[in-house]
C-alpha cells in the first residue's frame, strides 16, 4: 500500500485545517487507518485510528474532542479535521495502514505516508 498525505501548513490558534491520506496498490478496506504525529526531539505518537468499515474510532486524550479522523473508501482516503488548533498540536502528522482493529502503536502499521507538516502560530 502507498499511503500519500497532504493538508498540512501553517495556521494560527483556534484555527482548523483538514488533513488527507489517500491510498494505492492494495485493497484499502482491509486497512485499519490511523493517524500519527511527531514533533522535533520527541516520538512519534498517536492520534487517531479508524477501522476498515468506520465503526471503531479512537482518539488520543490530547485531540478528543477537537479533531475527527474519517474515510471514504470509495476514494480511498482517510481525513483528519483538526479544529481549535493549538500550539502543542505543531508536528509532522503521518498516515498509517495497519490490520490490528484497535492499532495505538506504531509497532502495529505495517504501512505509513511520507508525513505533512503542521504549525501552529501563538
Known amino acids: 500500500v502507498q499511503l500519500q498525505a497532504s493538508g498540512g501548513g501553517l495556521v494560527q490558534a483556534g484555527g482548523s485545517l483538514r488533513l488527507s491520506c489517500g491510498a494505492s496498490?492494495?485493497?484499502?478496506?482491509?486497512?485499519?487507518m490511523g493517524w500519527f504525529r511527531q514533533a522535533p526531539g520527541k516520538e512519534r505518537e498517536f492520534v487517531a485510528i479508524?477501522?476498515?468499515?468506520?465503526?471503531?474510532?479512537r482518539y488520543a486524550d490530547s485531540v478528543k474532542g477537537r479533531f475527527t479522523i474519517s474515510r471514504d473508501n470509495a476514494k480511498n482516503t482517510v481525513y483528519l479535521q483538526m479544529n481549535s488548533l493549538k500550539p502543542e498540536d505543531t508536528a509532522g502528522y503521518y498516515c498509517?495502514?495497519?490490520?490490528?482493529?484497535?492499532?495505538?502503536?506504531?509497532?502495529?502499521?505495517?504501512?505509513w505516508g511520507q508525513g505533512t507538516e503542521v504549525t501552529v502560530s501563538s
Open positions: 498509517a495502514a495497519g490490520r490490528t482493529v484497535l492499532a495505538t502503536k506504531t509497532g502495529d502499521y505495517v504501512y
Open positions: 496498490g492494495d485493497t484499502f478496506t482491509s486497512y485499519t
Open positions: 479508524i477501522s476498515w468499515y468506520g465503526g471503531t474510532i
